[in-house]
């Protein structure tokens, strides 16, 4: 079967319409390798009850609508690698492109984790070259550079807040 080597829109708007392929896929990503369809069956069942461990009909509905739908359409798309012999699954190649559809991004293109962390990380080699005498950033006192991140996170959170907000409202 030829997997295309880019999803169109559409076709990853598809794949992310359905919450256990989304969940499928959440948990996929935090995996340092494959795991078995039914451990991925139990998480997607304990998400869905909101239990853990979840009750036993809910998690076999998970795992059977899993084998059956949902597993193949994401193996087609070429998002994910499923053996059915020995019952694993794991990411494919090809479910980086879904990442940027699964976070929220900004408005100007990056997610609110990269944004997060790269205040953070700016404020942190502000206040560590101060600390340490670098050129340029020992002029500023250290608590000047660390009152000046938590202001840039304070801003961050604002700009979020306030984004989501209008999101919600229009």
């Known amino acids: 079967m030829a997997v295309p080597v880019t999803l169109p829109e559409t076709r990853i708007h598809a794949l992310l319409s359905n919450e256990r392929r ?3 896929l959440d948990r996929l ?13 139990t998480f997607v069942a304990e998400r869905e009850s909101g239990t853990s461990p979840p009750p ?10 899993l084998v059956q ?5 994401l193996e087609e798309s070429g998002v994910v690698v499923h053996d059915a012999d020995a019952q694993t699954v794991r990411l494919a190649p090809h479910a980086e492109q879904l990442r940027v559809y699964q976070e929220v991004v ?15 990380i700016v404020g942190l080699c502000a206040v560590l070259g101060s600390l340490v005498g670098a050129p340029g950033l020992a002029r500023v006192d250290p608590l000047l550079w660390t009152s000046l991140a938590l202001v840039g996170f304070a801003a961050v959170s604002v700009y979020h807040l306030w984004s989501y ?3 919600l409202l229009g």
């Open 106 to 120: 900004t408005s100007f293109g990056v997610t609110w984790a990269e944004l997060y962390r790269t205040v953070g």
């Open 165 to 167: 907000r209008f999101s």
């Open 22 to 24: 989304q969940a499928t």
């Open 69 to 73: 739908t949902h597993l193949p359409t």
């Open 56 to 65: 036993r009909d809910v998690r076999e509905s998970v795992y059977c609508s």
């Open 29 to 41: 990503s935090r995996a340092d390798d494959e795991l078995s369809v039914s451990d991925l069956a």
